[in-house]
């Protein structure tokens, strides 16, 4: 199974984007779903992420208070919504599932915990 992003665009700094991740056949309403990005010649980081109820969330520090996840699994489809956005946001965005979400002592932000990439999606901000 591969999720699937979608919803990427150009916008102005200071738009917003809702980005959409699904994936291509299985339910994952069991899963973790976190979101990655990778900007040109950059390592893929560590976003956001959602637990598989959807009750808890964890944010990186760069887009806390700007950046919310959010999952409908009855439509089997996880959101970002970006808001404020900035020209350091600019990357290819990618959605990933997940065994876990929290160990206890710390959050999986790595992208080697996180399995079935897909595609992923532009964003570009940019005046």
């Known amino acids: 199974v591969q999720l699937q992003a979608s919803g990427g665009g150009s916008v102005q700094p200071g738009g917003s984007l809702r980005l959409s991740c699904a994936p291509s056949?299985?339910?994952?309403?069991?899963?973790?779903i976190g979101w990655f990005r990778q900007a040109p010649g950059k390592e893929r980081e560590f976003v956001t992420a959602?637990?598989?109820?959807?009750?808890?969330?964890y944010n990186a520090d760069s887009v806390k208070g700007r950046f919310t996840i959010s999952r409908d699994n009855a439509k089997n489809t996880v959101y970002l919504q970006m808001n404020s956005l900035k020209p350091e946001d600019t990357a290819v965005y990618y959605c990933?599932?997940?065994?876990?979400?929290?160990?206890?002592?710390?959050?999986?932000?790595?992208?080697?915990?996180?399995?079935?990439w897909g595609q992923g999606t532009l964003v570009t901000v940019s005046s």
């Open positions: 056949g299985r339910s994952f309403s069991s899963a973790t």
């Open positions: 990933a599932a997940g065994v876990s979400y929290y160990s206890g002592s710390y959050y999986y932000t790595c992208p080697a915990d996180f399995g079935s």
């Open positions: 959602v637990n598989w109820g959807g009750g808890s969330t």
